[in-house]
């Protein structure tokens, strides 16, 4: 069995994503060398409730701490979520959860959803692209790591600015593609 054929259907779809877009359009310029030293752990969760959720992201969190070489989670939602405003939901109550059990400082939370809609900004803006995924995401990041690579980037503030002016001139077709190719990898 190949290792692609051992991934199943919604971490092939996430590692497609994050190859072809994040990676590809530099939306992250730390991502690449997480991907080609094959640092990110892709988990798939089947939580649906807000409270088992959480416990996913608690437990991925644990596993961070116990595994050095492991820089960062991906935490997809297979079945739950789908709904935008309950993804934020989860999100705050996630953040929530991070501080309370210690984490804060540690570790912090980025996020992606099939149909995210940046505050202020009208859904059928190309800039929304720059965190829409296949599932509905939690990002665990280890702190540390990126302050240390923000810290070795020349205009980090810079970042989301040429995220955005990427994504419109490219604009929503040429995205809503792009993310339709990496749902139908199988």
């Not at 437990?59 to 989670?73: P, Y």
């Not at 109550?93 to 309370?100: R, V």
């Not at 940046?118 to 929304?128: L, T, V, Y």
């Not at 989301?160 to 792009?178: S, T, V």
Request: charged share 25%; with cysteine; aromatic share 10%.
């Amino acid at each position: 069995m190949t290792s692609k054929q051992a991934m199943n259907r919604p971490e092939i779809q996430m590692r497609e994503w994050v190859s072809s877009v994040i990676v590809k359009y530099n939306f992250c310029p730390f991502a690449r060398k997480e991907v080609e030293s094959n640092c990110i752990h892709y988990q798939i969760s089947q939580s649906i409730t807000l409270d088992d959720a959480v416990m996913d992201m608690l437990e991925q969190c644990s596993a961070l701490d116990q595994v050095a070489e492991r820089e960062t989670t991906l935490l997809m939602f297979e079945q739950g979520f789908k709904d935008f405003e309950e993804f934020l939901d989860l999100v705050d109550l996630a953040n929530a959860l991070l501080a309370a059990q210690g984490y804060e400082g540690k570790y912090q939370i980025a996020n992606f959803h099939p149909d995210y809609v940046f505050a202020d900004s009208d859904d059928c803006d190309a800039a929304n692209y720059t965190n829409r995924a296949p599932y509905p995401t939690l990002h665990l990041i280890r702190e540390a790591s990126m302050s240390e690579a923000l810290d070795n980037y020349d205009e980090p503030e810079s970042i989301p600015e040429h995220n955005i002016k990427l994504a419109r001139r490219k604009g929503i077709d040429f995205w809503q593609q792009l993310l339709q190719n990496c749902i139908d990898k199988r």
